[in-house]
């Protein structure tokens, strides 16, 4: 019905290539040597940082102080707790382009900032707090050549009221919401991101205050998460309980609610040179783990991707924008464990979620999208889906389910990966045709400023009324680079956190990790305590009259 039998990326070779330590990658090193960009790069460099400015000066004309610009109703918004967000978010972004006087207006901003206490009605988020505001103004104080003490001083005020999502001595898992007023955790259950995506940062700030104890806490929430038997080898739950340390439900995802707790495992083992293999192993053990059970290809096309195991351990032919930083991850992780297959298929995934970009009216990718299988019992194949979905997915190789663009990064993300580990110059036209599209379609005429877009594959559906602060941290910072002299923030000298805040990283070591997936013995076997489990909060937009639980296949508590 579907086309030719599913391949499986020559499934059982890849396998065996992955469980070898054997490679011919240069030790050490990630990015291509003696990579230079073309002199045409400039151009478009210079096309991204104008792209910046447009948008940076609408948010200062109609939300300066705010989290985010509504650049459609000239207004602001203040999804994320009311202190400027877009301002924290931008300035590594400002430092990197050369913006110095309005890197300079965000210091004395950020300076003034009241972190005791909400300035809105909301909790506190301590992943989205932790990426954005405290990985913002770590990243800020050493780009800046670490002339501006007062971005550590304010990273330590907010970091120590979210210590409190540790609610007693012997918690290991932090809760994911805070009520600064009464420094009191909202009692819920959580995700694997929220509870794995804090280490980069917390450490970050241990080795700039002198207080080991951020570092301790956020990695011991990475440990007890390890330490929990998981559905599959190396692949935790997206779902988890910090009361009972026990996963929540067995859904296994590369997507949102699980996405960065993969990414930092390696990112971690770069930054800290740790001699402890725990974080390196792991994450080549998830790697391991979704080659075996996840990775497939589409009967359209060949378009490589990683499904995701529902709770009923089914495979799901569902992937999504959030997912598609996983081609980045895997390139630079099999840089640093010397795993050549690993990269090629990091390669591969980059290539699948450009095929989403590539395949629509307007050149940008949608929020959600699944592929037919060729397994009868995939709840993709047992959809009910449109005649045009239907003529889509013949055409493209998978179907569009979530249409919209909140002014993801994911696929730019991986895309500037791809680029400085191999210098093949399609990653260059890619990031060209990306700008192209941004110019085209998401303008608004309103304001100057770039909103997104409701439908990727019909732009008359209109725009977006937000524009979220990862534009201006993640968006604009990968196009830019992309596009700049590759020592430039290398990739061997630099961790980013997962809003795009570059860390100074020290020499690499050699190799990260033993150089095999480490399969622990655990005392229990996987025992879920419940049937679903929860997905971060990402953008209110984002849910607007969409049934997440039919497009995602999980609940979402928002």
């Keep these: 019905m579907f ?3 599913e391949k499986m990326v020559s499934r059982s070779l890849c396998v065996l290539l992955a469980l070898s330590s054997a490679s011919t990658t240069l030790a050490g090193r990630v990015q291509k040597d003696y990579l230079v960009v073309p002199p045409t790069a400039y151009g478009n460099r210079d096309a991204v940082k104008q792209i910046f400015v447009d948008s940076y000066t609408a948010y200062k004309k109609f939300a300066f102080g705010h989290d985010d610009l509504l650049p459609l109703s000239k207004g602001f918004s203040d999804g994320r707790n009311g202190w400027g967000a877009t301002i924290i978010d931008a300035m590594s972004t400002m430092q990197i382009m050369g913006l110095d006087d309005w890197f300079n207006e965000a210091v004395e901003f950020a300076s003034k900032i009241d972190f005791s206490k909400s300035q809105t009605n909301d ?3 301590v992943f989205e707090t932790t990426i954005r505001y405290l990985g913002g103004l770590l990243s800020a104080y050493e780009l800046s050549g670490k ?7 304010k990273a330590k005020e907010v970091a120590d009221k979210m210590a409190f999502a540790w609610q007693t001595p012997h918690q290991k898992i932090p809760y994911g919401f805070l009520d600064f007023t009464t420094n009191s955790p909202v009692i819920d259950t959580s995700n694997i991101a929220e509870a794995g995506t804090l280490d980069l940062e917390w450490f970050t700030l241990s080795k700039y205050t002198g207080n080991d104890t951020y570092r301790a806490l956020t990695e011991g929430s990475v440990r007890e998460v390890a330490s929990i038997p998981p559905p599959l ?6 779902g988890i309980d910090p009361a009972t340390d026990a996963f929540v439900g067995a859904y296994v995802t590369w997507g949102g609610g699980s996405d960065s707790y993969f990414e930092y495992l390696i990112k971690y083992a770069r930054l800290t040179n740790t001699d402890d293999n725990l974080f390196a192993d792991l994450w080549h053990t998830a790697v391991d783990s979704s080659i075996k059970f996840l990775l497939r290809e589409s009967p359209v096309g060949n378009h490589v991707y990683l499904a995701d195991q529902n709770n009923d351990g089914q495979i799901v032919g569902v992937s999504s924008h959030l997912a598609c930083f996983h081609g980045g991850n895997w390139i630079l992780g099999g840089r640093l464990i010397n795993n050549d297959t690993i990269v090629k298929i990091g390669l591969d995934l980059v290539d699948g979620c450009w ?10 990718g949608p929020e959600v999208f699944r592929y037919f299988t060729t397994n009868k019992t995939d709840p993709s194949n047992q959809r009910q889906i449109t005649d045009a979905q239907r003529k889509f997915n013949d055409e493209h190789g998978f179907y569009i389910t979530a249409a919209d663009y909140i002014l993801r990064p994911e696929v730019l993300e991986s895309n500037f990966y791809a680029w400085r580990v191999t210098g093949d110059t399609k990653y260059l036209d890619r ?3 990306a700008i192209k599209s941004f110019n085209t379609y998401l303008v608004a005429k309103e304001t100057g400023g770039y909103a997104g877009l409701n439908d990727v594959d019909d732009p008359s559906q209109g725009q977006i009324d937000d524009t979220e602060s990862f534009w201006f941290a993640e968006v604009l910072k990968y196009l830019y680079l992309t596009f700049d002299d590759p020592d430039h923030i290398s990739l061997d000298d630099y961790v980013f956190n997962t809003e795009a805040h570059p860390f100074i990283a020290p020499p690499a070591k050699p190799v990260y990790g033993s150089g095999a997936p480490n399969h622990p013995v655990y005392e229990t076997a996987f025992v879920p305590s419940k049937v679903d489990a929860p997905l971060p909060a990402i953008s209110p937009n984002r849910f ?3 049934d997440i639980k039919a497009e995602v296949g999980v609940d979402i508590n928002l």
């Design 147 to 153: 002339k501006h003490p007062v971005l550590v001083e």
């Design 233 to 238: 080898p190396g692949l935790a739950a997206q």
């Design 123 to 125: 909790t506190v988020s």
């Design 431 to 433: 990031a060209a045709s």
């Design 544 to 546: 607007a009259g969409v």
């Design 355 to 364: 095929n989403t970009y590539a395949s629509t009216a307007t050149g940008i």
């Design 3 to 5: 086309g030719s039998q």
